[in-house]
Nanobody, 126 residues
Framework: QVQLVESGGGLVHSGGSLRLSCAASGRTFSSYAMGWFRQAPGKEREFVTAISRSGSTTYYTDSVKGRFTISRDNVKNTVYLQMNSLKPEDTAVYYC???????????????????WGQGTQVTVSS
């Protein structure tokens, strides 16, 4: 089992940047593919980006391509989400998620992840 704790959220102006972190504890972090999801008020949770267990493969939803970057440090047991050129529509609670994986794949649906953090609020003002 793995425990996930997000941090780094906050309030930023449109066009600004934030970097979210998700620290993992428990079993071997490098055995887990990781993902970031977000949920805006009144909306369903949606996929943002994912990274394979080794970090060699990444995948982004279209709305964040070119603005967000996912990365991981398997020594520090942490996955990051660098968010640039933020827009008001990026406002949401951001969650990291993990699923144990035996190969370098990425997953992009909620049901494919087994472990979730508590979320961190990102608010982008116009």
């Amino acid at each position: 089992q793995v425990q996930l704790v997000e941090s780094g959220g906050g309030l930023v102006h449109s066009g600004g940047s934030l970097r979210l972190s998700c620290a993992a504890s428990g079993r071997t972090f490098s055995s887990y593919a990781m993902g970031w999801f977000r949920q805006a008020p009144g909306k369903e949770r949606e996929f943002v980006t994912a990274i394979s267990r080794s970090g060699s493969t990444t995948y982004y939803t279209d709305s964040v391509k070119g603005r967000f970057t996912i990365s991981r440090d398997n020594v520090k047991n942490t996955v990051y989400l660098q968010m640039n050129s933020l827009k008001p529509e990026d406002t949401a609670v951001y969650y990291c998620a993990a699923r144990e994986s035996t190969w370098s794949g990425v997953w992009h649906t909620i049901n494919e992840y087994d472990y979730w953090g508590q979320g961190t609020q990102v608010t982008v003002s116009s």
